[in-house]
């Protein structure tokens, strides 16, 4: 009987080499950075809004962390005044005033390049009446390569008074 040795080792190898293509490793191209986001703003019941009413729909994009305050996380005191953050950078905005019932539709025109995208960008919404937020979105909503042409439905909640 002839060891059969040769011919497993060969055999594994194959599989073990032939996998070593690019399956799976699809590379996202770099796309325009002329971006829309489209939904509606969703109350938790039925409301009728002000005629002062006000609802601004935001995309928001994450800074990174105030270096000073990174530097605190790691056991060194941060420098006295310094931030934890830095405010979000707002990428786009529509502003609605006197909506009408809800859900109000929004359709917002923003700049992102892909590396914004793969780090996520977040949408906020805000309901004002009176010059006062009533409701505010509570859940996150994010924006990220894989999601980007989807439209969005967002929540609002009351703000506590």
């Known amino acids: 009987m002839k060891p059969r040795f040769p011919y497993v080792a060969a055999a594994a190898a194959?599989?073990?080499?032939?996998?070593?293509?690019?399956?799976?490793?699809?590379?996202?191209?770099?796309?325009?950075?002329n971006r829309v986001v489209t939904g509606t703003v969703e109350l938790p019941a039925a409301?009728?809004?002000?005629?002062?009413?006000?609802?601004?729909?935001?995309?928001?994009?994450?800074?990174?962390?105030?270096?000073?305050?990174?530097?605190?996380?790691?056991?060194?005191?941060?420098?006295?005044?310094?931030?934890?953050?830095?405010?979000?950078q707002v990428l786009g905005e529509q502003t609605i005033s006197n909506p009408g019932p809800p859900p109000v539709p929004f359709r917002i025109e923003y700049s992102a390049t892909d590396d914004q995208l793969r780090a996520g960008l977040k949408l906020e919404a805000r309901v004002s009446v009176g010059g006062?937020?009533?409701?505010?979105?509570?859940?996150?909503?994010?924006?990220?390569?894989?999601?980007?042409?989807?439209?969005?439905?967002?929540?609002?909640?009351?703000?506590?008074?």
């Open 14 to 33: 194959a599989l073990v080499l032939g996998g070593c293509g690019q399956v799976g490793m699809e590379v996202t191209p770099y796309g325009n950075p």
């Open 47 to 88: 409301t009728a809004f002000a005629p002062d009413t006000v609802v601004v729909v935001r995309v928001l994009g994450v800074l990174p962390a105030n270096p000073q305050a990174v530097n605190g996380l790691l056991g060194q005191p941060p420098a006295p005044g310094a931030q934890a953050e830095q405010p979000p």
């Open 132 to 161: 006062k937020v009533r409701w505010f979105n509570v859940n996150s909503y994010s924006i990220n390569l894989d999601n980007v042409g989807e439209a969005r439905s967002v929540s609002v909640d009351p703000a506590e008074r």
